[in-house]
Every structure is written in C-alpha cells, then in structure tokens.
C-alpha cells in the first residue's frame, strides 16, 4: 500500500517551528491514522499541510510538496545547468510536478520524468530564501 501522508508546517507566534507528520502511517507492521493538530482551525491545518509525493530523492530522502530541489538539467542546446525548483501538484494533469523558479529556460516537468535526480535543498518554510537566490546555473 502506497503511504499516504502529509507534512504540516507548525507555527508559533507566526515563526515557523517544526513540522507534524499525519496520515495514514505505518509502524510496527500496523497501519493507523494521525491527524492534523488543528490548535487554530481545521482549514489552517490544511493549508499548511503538503502530501508525500511517493517518491525519494538521490539522497533517500522522502519528496514533499513545497520542498525546494536541486538537479542537473540537460538542454538540447546548452551543456547542462544546475537549477532549483519547488514541488507542487498540479491539478490539471493530476501529478506532482517541479515548477522551475523563475529565470530558468524550462518551465515546469512531471516529477516522475526526474525524482531520481532531484537533491531536497530545503522547502519553502524553513528556506524561503533559497526562492530568492540564482535559479540556474549553467555550465557552459
């Protein structure tokens, strides 16, 4: 059975704090449901949770929406560049995807095509800042 979990960002006095895994969860060989900690609302629990994806990056690390990732990228006409991107789902054609940051030439790839390749760098609540650095780097 594919797990089906969340990671949901934890805030106090409006600084991010840690991080509540819920969900379906298996431990033990059992399975059982965690849910959300809705100390503020039910709707704010949900807009600072973001599914697993189901798939590990190069480090073995679990991929979640709103992680920041780093990969190389091959170009038809360029050597190769090493760009950042934030997971996201679309909704459209139902499939986690990375939306390269702006500045990069590519736009946005299905998660599949690449998940093997992508390194977690950070994610949106802890690292904001990464949003903000250089968004590809080409070597050539």
């Not at 190069?58 to 360029?78: A, V």
Request: glycine residues 8%; proline residues 3%; contains cysteine.
């Amino acid at each position: 059975m594919k797990e089906i979990k969340f990671r949901q960002a934890i805030y106090l006095n409006g600084i991010f704090r840690s991080f509540h895994y819920w969900g379906f969860l298996e431990s033990y060989g059992n399975i059982a449901f965690v849910g959300p900690i809705t100390s503020a609302s039910p709707k704010d629990a949900l807009e600072h949770s973001r599914q697993f994806t189901g798939s590990l990056d190069k480090q073995g690390k679990e991929i979640y929406e709103g992680d920041i990732t780093k990969t190389l990228y091959w170009s038809d006409n360029r050597e190769g560049a090493i760009c950042k991107g934030k997971v996201q789902w679309n909704m459209d054609d139902a499939c986690f995807e990375i939306e390269w940051l702006s500045g990069t030439p590519y736009g946005k790839t299905d998660m599949l095509d690449i998940s093997s390749n992508l390194e977690i760098i950070g994610n949106i609540w802890e690292n904001p800042e990464i949003l903000e650095e250089e968004k590809c780097n080409f070597t050539q």
